[in-house]
């Protein structure tokens, strides 16, 4: 899943735009892990062009990779005002929140939401943003709690990620998890629930953090 996750991270800029100077510089530092450089890269890019969302977005995606994660934000917020839909930006945003220390996974979800309509089903960019949708109410339910609702949109992205990723390493994994919630899942009348190991789900998160970093 890193891999993937770090091949989508640079997926909107190298498909559609990796003949352009700036970005073919920018992205391919971003690759070799100078992130920095990268985003001096598309500063200076932005600076003769600053009306490119494009060079918005990378820089964004370059602060992420520094863990930068305030910042990153800023950006995304900036480009969202100028393209509600732009789905590279929703991506970041999803991204970011669910990667960052003091992130949200309320906020990851909703930028993952947004995208999920805009986003080629054909791609291996739908599978991840199904397991993201997933594991971000997961995490939402170990930490503060999610309602009927929320469980069943859990339930459904977890399966469908399932369903386009069969041979996934932690396809049996979720299996087991998706049995236990729907068998122990509240009724209806149920506003929200938690699951109270509070300290094995402290560290499957940080664990999780950890693989994707």
């Not at 070799?32 to 918005?56: M, R, S, T, V």
């Not at 949200?104 to 309509?117: G, I, Q, R």
């Not at 805009?118 to 739908?126: E, G, H, V």
């Not at 009348?189 to 664990?207: F, P």
């Amino acid at each position: 899943m890193k891999k993937v996750i770090l091949l989508l991270l640079i997926i909107f800029s190298q498909l559609s735009f990796g003949q352009e100077n700036f970005l073919e510089k920018g992205n391919t530092l971003m690759q070799q892990g100078k992130h920095e450089e990268a985003q001096e890269i598309f500063e200076n890019a932005l600076k003769e062009d600053p009306q490119n969302l494009l060079y918005k977005n990378q820089i964004a995606l370059a602060l992420i990779n520094q863990r930068k994660n305030d910042e990153a934000e800023i950006i995304i917020q900036e480009v969202l005002k100028i393209d509600s839909l732009n789905v590279a930006s929703l991506w970041y945003g999803g991204i970011n929140n669910f990667m960052a220390e003091n992130g949200s996974f309320k906020k990851a979800v909703n930028y993952f939401e947004k995208a999920y309509d805009l986003i080629d089903k054909n791609s291996s960019q739908f599978f991840a943003v199904n397991y993201f949708i997933g594991k971000s109410y997961r995490n939402l339910l170990y930490s503060e709690g999610i309602n009927y609702e929320e469980t069943n949109r859990m339930l459904e992205t977890y399966k469908k990620y399932m369903e386009l990723q069969p041979n996934a390493d932690d396809v049996q994994e979720i299996i087991n998890f998706i049995k236990y919630i729907e068998e122990k899942r509240p009724p209806k009348n149920v506003q929200k629930w938690i699951l109270t190991n509070s300290t094995k789900a402290e560290q499957l998160i940080k664990k999780q953090l950890d693989e994707l970093q």
